[in-house]
T-cell receptor
């Protein structure tokens, strides 16, 4: 079945530091890949997505590139802010018949200190 | 986009009781989902709530434990029955907007219901 493995947290950075959160996946076919963010006390929000190999998703300064050769979708941001403190989830949606189902990683807690 | 609200936002319940969680979407949606997020764990899909038919449950989840209703295109409920401390978790409602092709449909999430069972 499908699975997502992401970097274990927590991750603590200083403001303006570079962020990488690793995410690798196992899936058959050509899944779509997502990063969701969960701010304290809120639901999950879609941060960015990529639906085919070599696509780059980007939003709010975050980027992730769909790498089929390494089955990866690492999240990066060049300069984090305190407001980026949240839990980040990598997820995939399969390309088979049940292609509405999302499979999530365990989440990575990011704390950014001023 | 779709805005999703859930009630209650949190609750503390006694072992053996049941709790019904409500999920309201501000627009009509094709598909609604219920997830569980256990402490330190990823989100796990419990079931897909189908309007006008029985919910579709994932492996490890059964209707007797998690009965679901979907009376219309904007509302769903999840009941956690005969609760035990192992049911302590965050329960999230999600909906998929009908616009576009299915493969590109984004899933929107509610804020979650934090349940503690004593």
């Amino acid at each position: 079945g499908n699975s997502v493995t992401q970097m274990e947290g927590p991750v603590t950075l200083s403001e303006e530091a570079f962020l990488t959160i690793n995410c690798t996946y196992t899936a058959t076919g050509y899944p779509s890949l997502f990063w969701y963010v969960q701010y304290p006390g809120e639901g999950l929000q879609l941060l960015l997505k990529a639906t085919k190999a070599d696509d780059k998703g980007s939003n709010k300064g975050f980027e992730a590139t769909y790498r089929k050769e390494t089955t990866s979708f690492h999240l990066e941001k060049g300069s984090v802010q305190v407001s980026d403190s949240a839990v980040y989830f990598c997820a995939l949606r399969g390309s088979g018949g049940s292609n509405y189902k999302l499979t999530f990683g365990k989440g990575t807690l990011l704390t950014v200190n001023p | 986009s779709a805005v999703i609200s859930q009630k209650p936002s949190r609750d503390i319940c006694q072992r053996g009781t049941s709790l019904t969680i409500q999920c309201q979407v501000d627009s009509q949606v094709t598909m609604m989902f219920w997830y569980r997020q256990q402490p330190g764990q990823s989100l796990t899909l419990i079931a897909t709530a189908n309007q006008g038919s029985e919910a579709t449950y994932e492996s490890g989840f059964v209707i007797d434990k998690f009965p679901i209703s979907r009376p219309n295109l904007t509302f769903s409920t999840l009941t956690v029955s005969n609760m035990s401390p192992e049911d302590s978790s965050i329960y999230l409602c999600s909906a998929s907007h009908p616009s576009g092709t299915r493969i590109n449909n984004e899933q929107f999430f509610g804020p979650g219901t934090r349940l503690t069972v004593l």
